[in-house]
């Protein structure tokens, strides 16, 4: 058995997605698809799950031809896709969840049988009646393999199915997957994580800006993906560490009012530190990362800012002290659509007289986007920037004063370049006195620029680490809740 | 207590069940067409405008199935009209709606005007045998007929009780009810499963138009019996806050109803009570039951659906996710 | 622009007048009556007399200062539909001064027309609190206070404001003569309400345009949470959009109860509140655009009175017209939307 794209396009305004992208997939091994974000790995598993509609090209199943531009036919042809935020519907249970959209006449005691049965033979466990909201991202997945297994996928494609999932998780995630190549399926991995596909997949295919760039048997050396990917080395930039200074924001035995949160916490960051935090999506980093923003009140504990007690302050006295928050929703909650650049900064710029004069505020803006070399013009609306643009439209907003710099994925979705230009301006606020604490998960990220590194795990923090000293490894060990010594 | 207590009892909470029955059909159908994602705002024009609509039919031909068919026809073109709008044109649904609203009212006013203080055939009265005449005896007081309580009515109050068992059978026991309920949801998820999003939008937007057309034909044909100017007025706005009030569940929205129709018998009956209020009595459930919202809008009944989770569907309340929403693919 | 692309946007803005007349006249000849002897009389009625004009100005102030308030409210990203509300108990309140008030014109009507902005003000503001602090949506609260509202003016004037000797709800006896608004000359109108409402109308304009609050407001009205998170006090800002657009309508329920029914009437509202938010939709919540196109509006809706008399037609085909212009309208404009968006991007797969 074999899949075979043939010359897929698929345009998003200007943006070439994918450009004439041809592949073959064969069946009885794991087959990766490596790329940077963006590189139009996600667009064409879409238009293979019939997601998307490709402007042109052919997708052939054992030399068929697959109907493009509709799910059901998909589904018919046997091509399960799980995407990478599963797409399950959290009100209902987990039967409904497994029958919902088989289009099949089962009876839901054969299907709640034929779910569990197949559950245990992954070793999965899934209570049928188990509202999906209560499911870890991992569990979802697990429903949505078993789902489309039952559905008769003999394709399976996966996108970027280790984001958000422990580390035992993964583990079984990826003995299942080998359990399948062999059981004859054909296996798509896509990811843009290297150490994944080394461990998993029998041959890769590399892809750059929505063309493919490059196949290759694995294993093969490290440095010849990368340079496929990138297009250069990267050359691992270490940051000088200076000594902290004094404590700017203290915490005290606080523990953030959210229901996942295990312990609190008792923390001194210093003038001009850096602190990652680690851990999986939804082990406490957001809960604790928002009370220190002064959106939450703690549940108990204390809270200092520069030295003053701001426990029960509200989040708009938290900013005048001198705390910034960068949440991770760049549009749903850092800017604001159908607004203009020159609109934002003069929301940002507090003060101001009442009237506004506008071709003096333009001018402001003009030059405040030059100076961020921002893609954009002082009319164009927020939404029409790039993922890059609209962050550094949204470090060019921050006060010019932040004593705590708090953010949550930094450079999620971001180029290279664009990442490296965001961490250029941030450490150059922590030169100037900024403390730093940011959540990611990315750990590379995390390794070269914090100073410690906390990781949380299952709503607490399981381990504060020195970022100089701990290797990548051990750290994601950490982060999936086990101790390397 | 004497049987005269009972029987007044017994007839109060018939009168409720009666007066009630237009709005089941409309808080069954905008339950229906809310869950699949689309909001149909314009019910105040279009139960107005059916109202007209299936009393003119039924005067000019005397059939009175005849008119109810119509005053559905009439309210499904305005929800296509809603669907149309926001899945083809992506334009605003409240925008839409309010706008049907206004449109529906007025027009029902003008070309009613030749049917007003005109008589036509009204639904037939049906008592269904046995059942009507069940009763409990009660020692020493007297027979509680509680069978003529549902069982003694015109036919469309039978067709409210329809409306909620098929509602609720249909949303929450069958499959195509799931995918009403998955389409608004998340129709991404829908879409992937392989469901047609859009299509099922527009079937379940017209096919909730169509109850609530049914509301307005059983209004003037069955318990307003008539056309006159304003016959519906504000019944729309109560169906939309009742379906907010029943947390999306057919079951909890009819009880919804039946509570305003129970405020509403009550305001009628208390009129001769208090003479210097009985202009302003029959607009007191309408504020009431708006700020019954007040009460299941809180944190509470989510907490409360934690609790019990075996009336989670029941008891928790919330909207469906994609509600009001457009979706497209790309 | 080219001259060929102005006049083809000229076109498509007409388009919906266009449909709207065929639609009219359809629907007219459907029920038998001459189309242009209508369209006629509504235009000769609302335009063709100084009464008629004085009245058509009269019901253009409470329309017009209405549109005003809920382009602020819709900037906001709300849905005031409790606007109604909000001008009966401004008009409640304007009459409360007129009742009892006993002094010269001077001290009576500045008192009446502040008055009436303050209950409309306290009104929207209520419908504000019970959406920002007990989670009611605002459209239902909106309804919930205008039914509220309704109550209230009917049980005042049948009930303690009622007209000496008979209790109807014709409406309370009529003010005294120094709560009467001032006229023009021999005109009917008054000059004191269509000052104000161009004044405010003007002001309206200029707070969305051109100031802070206005740019925060829109801020707030787009994304909340994005606001909020900027240090904007998104609560405050939806409750001063309330309260303002409340005042708005409150002072055009003042000012019609005072300047043209001098008395307190139970349909003081008269529909202008669910009419001003067509206006709105139709003018696409632009400020410039709401006092042409509710004067538009009062002319139609004044004009279709004299229907009644002469046609025996029922005076809501204005209503009817108003709706089907505003329908036509938002499906064009959508419908333009989506084709730029489709031929812009055939345009860029073909490039």
Not at chain 2, 111 to 132: D, M, T
Not at chain 3, 240 to 250: H, R, T
Not at chain 3, 252 to 281: D, E, N, R
Request: charged share 15%; hydrophobic share 50%; proline share 4%.
């Amino acid at each position: 058995m074999s899949l075979e794209l043939r010359g897929i396009h698929k345009r998003y305004g200007s943006v070439r997605a994918n450009d004439g992208v041809d592949l073959i997939l064969e069946a009885g091994s794991i087959h990766g698809l490596l790329g940077e974000n963006g590189a139009g790995k996600s667009t064409l598993m879409k238009v293979l799950s019939g997601f998307v509609a490709p402007d042109s090209g052919r997708v052939l199943l054992d030399g068929r031809p697959v109907r493009l531009g509709s799910t059901r036919a998909a589904i018919r042809a046997g091509i399960g896709m799980l995407h990478q935020d599963p797409l399950v519907f959290l009100p209902f249970t987990v039967l409904d969840n497994f029958i919902l959209g088989s289009g099949r006449r089962v009876r839901r005691a054969a299907a709640r049988r034929d779910l569990q049965r197949m559950a245990d033979q992954f070793g999965f466990r899934l209570d049928p009646e188990a509202p999906a909201r209560s499911l870890t991202v991992g569990e979802r997945q697990q429903l949505e393999i078993v789902r489309l297994l039952w559905l008769g996928a003999r394709v399976l494609i996966l996108d970027e199915p280790t984001t958000g999932i422990s580390a035992t998780q993964q583990e079984r995630l990826f003995a299942t997957l080998r359990a399948l190549a062999e059981q004859g399926m054909i296996v798509a991995f896509v990811s843009h994580k290297l150490e994944e596909v080394e461990a998993l997949c029998r041959r890769v295919t590399v892809m750059r800006r929505g063309r493919v760039v490059g196949e290759a048997d694995l294993p093969c050396p490290t440095e010849r993906l990368v340079e496929m990917m990138f297009g250069r080395v990267q050359v691992p930039v270490v940051r000088e560490r200076a000594a902290p200074g004094d404590a700017v924001l203290e915490l005290q035995g606080m523990r953030p009012a959210d229901r996942g949160v295990a312990e609190s916490h008792t923390l001194a960051v210093g003038r001009g530190e850096v602190i990652g935090l680690a851990g999986l999506e939804g082990s406490g980093q957001r809960p604790f990362l928002r009370t220190c923003a002064g959106l939450q009140r703690p549940a108990e504990g204390r809270i200092r800012v520069a030295g003053r007690d701001l426990t029960r302050a509200r989040y708009r006295e938290f900013r005048r002290a001198g705390v910034h928050f960068l949440p991770a929703g760049r549009l749903e909650e850092g800017l604001i659509s159908g607004l203009t650049l020159t609109e934002h900064f003069l929301l940002a710029s507090p003060g101001g007289s009442f009237v506004i004069d506008w071709a003096q505020a333009e001018a402001e803006a003009a030059a405040t986007i030059a100076e961020n070399l921002i893609v954009g013009s002082p009319r164009s609306a927020a939404e029409e920037l790039s993922g890059g643009n609209q962050q550094r439209l949204l470090l060019s907003l921050m006060p010019s004063e932040v004593q705590v710099l708090l953010m949550e994925h930094p450079t999620r979705g971001l180029d290279l370049e664009s990442a490296d230009w965001v961490w250029r301006r941030l450490l150059e606020r922590s030169r100037r006195g900024t403390a730093i604490v940011f959540a990611s998960s990315d750990l590379e990220e995390l390794l070269r620029y914090s100073d410690r590194i906390l990781v949380f795990f299952a709503g607490k923090v399981l381990r504060e680490v020195p970022a100089e000293t701990i290797s990548g490894e051990d750290l994601g060990y950490l982060i999936g809740g086990k101790d390397p010594r | 207590m004497h049987q005269e207590t009972l029987d007044f009892v017994v007839a109060t909470l018939a009168s409720i069940v009666a007066a009630a029955s237009p709005l089941v059909y409309a808080v069954v159908g905008e339950t229906i067409t809310e869950k699949a994602g689309v909001i149909n705002l314009s019910l105040d024009g279009s139960i107005m405008l059916s109202a007209m609509a299936g009393f003119a039919t039924a005067f000019m031909t005397g059939s009175v199935l005849l008119g109810f068919v119509v005053a559905a026809l009439v309210s499904m073109a305005m929800a296509l009209v809603i669907a149309f709008s926001s899945i083809e044109l992506r334009l605003n649904q409240i925008a839409i709606g309010f706008v049907l609203t206004l449109l529906g009212a007025n027009l029902a006013s003008f070309l009613g005007r030749s049917y007003v203080g005109v008589r036509a055939a009204g639904v037939p009265h049906l008592g269904i045998p046995w059942l009507e005449d069940l009763s409990l005896r009660i020692p020493k007081v007297g027979s509680f007929r509680f069978g003529a309580i549902f069982f003694d009515h015109n036919l469309s109050v039978y067709g409210s009780f329809l409306a909620i068992l098929l509602g609720y059978w249909f949303v929450f026991r069958t499959r195509r009810g799931l995918e009403l309920q998955g389409v608004g949801e998340r129709p991404e998820a829908a879409h992937a499963r392989g469901l047609a999003v859009n299509r099922l939008r527009y079937f379940y937007t017209v096919l909730g138009g169509a109850l609530v057309g049914l509301a307005g034909a059983a209004f003037s044909l069955d318990v307003r019996f008539g056309w006159r100017e304003g016959l519906t007025t504000n019944y729309g706005w109560i169906a939309l806050a009742i379906v907010i009030f029943g947390g999306w569940h057919p079951v909890r929205a009819a009880a919804g109803a039946y509570l305003f129709g129970a405020l509403s018998v009550l305001a009628l009956k208390l009129q001769p009570q208090l003479p210097d209020l009985s202009q302003i009595l029959p607009i007191t459930p309408f504020a009431l039951m708006i700020f019954a919202l007040l009460l299941v809008s809180q944190d509470w009944s989510r907490r409360l659906a934690d609790r019990y989770s075996r009336w989670r569907r029941l008891l928790s309340g919330d909207p469906p996710s994609a509600i009001g929403t457009a979706f497209w693919r790309d | 622009m080219s001259v060929l692309a102005r006049s083809r946007s000229a076109a498509t803005a007409l388009l919906p007048f266009a449909l709207v007349l065929v639609v009219g006249v359809l629907l007219l000849i459907s029920v038998s009556a001459p189309p242009l002897e209508v369209f006629r009389l509504i235009f000769q009625g609302a335009l063709g007399s100084q009464a008629g004009l004085s009245t058509t100005l009269m019901v253009w102030v409470p329309l017009v200062l209405a549109a005003a308030g809920l382009v602020v409210t819709f900037t906001a990203g709300l849905w005031n539909i409790g606007i109604e509300g909000q001008i009966i108990v401004g008009a409640v309140a304007g009459a409360l001064v007129a009742r009892t008030v006993i002094g010269p014109p001077l001290l009576v009507i500045p008192l009446l027309i502040l008055a009436g902005a303050v209950g409309g003000m306290l009104w929207g503001l209520l419908v504000g609190v019970l959406r920002v602090y007990g989670r009611v949506n605002e459209i239902f609260g909106g309804l919930g206070l205008f039914f509220v509202a309704t109550g209230l003016v009917v049980y005042l004037v049948i009930g303690p404001w009622q007209r000496a000797g008979s209790a109807s709800t014709s409406g309370t006896d009529l003010f005294r003569r120094e709560a009467w608004l001032p006229r023009a000359g021999g005109w009917r109108f008054s000059w004191v309400a269509l000052g104000l409402a161009v004044a405010l109308v003007v002001g309206v304009y200029l707070l969305m345009r051109g100031t802070r609050f206005g740019l925060r407001l829109r801020a707030v009205g787009r994304n909340g949470r994005s606001a909020f998170l900027m240090g904007i006090t998104t609560n405050r800002h939806l409750l001063a959009a309330f309260a303002l657009c409340g005042a708005l309508g409150g002072l055009g329920g003042a000012l019609h109860a005072a300047g043209f029914h001098h008395k307190l009437v139970p349909a003081v509202s008269g529909g202008y509140g669910f009419l001003g938010i067509l206006v709105v939709l139709l003018a696409g919540f632009r400020a410039v655009w709401i006092a042409p196109i509710a004067f538009f509006f009062a002319v139609i809706s004044v004009g279709s009175t004299q229907l009644q008399l002469r046609l025996q037609l029922h005076s809501s085909l204005a209503g009817v017209l108003q709706g089907v212009l505003v329908l036509c309208a938002l499906l064009v404009g959508g419908w333009q939307l989506r084709r730029a968006h489709l031929s812009r991007r055939r345009a860029e797969e073909g490039g």
